[in-house]
Structures are given as C-alpha cells and as structure tokens.
C-alpha cells in the first residue's frame, strides 16, 4: 500500500509501506494492506511505520486526520518532531 504524510510546510514521507500505527483520538490503531476505508482525527502521539523493505520509521506528531482508501493512506497533520 501507499503512504504520504504532509505537513502544511513540507512532504514528509512518501512511499510503498507494510503498515502503518496512529495515534487515533480515541486510541492507537495500526493499518495493513486492504484495510477498511477510514477517516480518523489523530491526536498527539507517534507515528509508526514499516516500509515495503521492513524499515522502521517512527516520529511524533502534532495532531491531524489520517484517511485509507484503496490501499492508499494520507496522513494530515499539524506539524512534526522528528
């Protein structure tokens, strides 16, 4: 599946991903290929990824919205703590 992340001042991620874990305003909830399409707020928290290679990524973020369509997940947020 696909990820983007985007900030209102840069791309922060783009790419082919095995999952993805968010911190969703009532709770964390992890993504996977042919996920249930979702449209969530995001609170503070951190974001976890694995890339298509098995590459794990984290960082913290500022709050946003996350949506999943087709194996295609967006990720909306506020602002980044790399």
């Known amino acids: 599946m696909n990820l983007v992340i985007l900030s209102p001042e840069k791309e922060i991620f783009s790419g082919a991903v095995q999952s993805v874990k ?16 979702i449209v969530s707020s995001l609170r503070n928290g951190e974001v ?5 290679k ?4 984290s960082f913290q973020v500022d709050g946003g919205f996350v949506e999943m369509l087709n ?3 967006s990720l909306l947020v506020a602002g980044v703590k790399e």
Request: proline fraction near 7%.
């Open 22 to 37: 968010v911190p969703g305003t009532t709770g964390s909830f992890e993504m996977l290929e042919n996920h249930a399409p």
């Open 48 to 52: 976890r990824i694995i890339t298509s």
């Open 54 to 57: 098995g590459e794990k990524i």
């Open 71 to 73: 194996n295609e997940v």
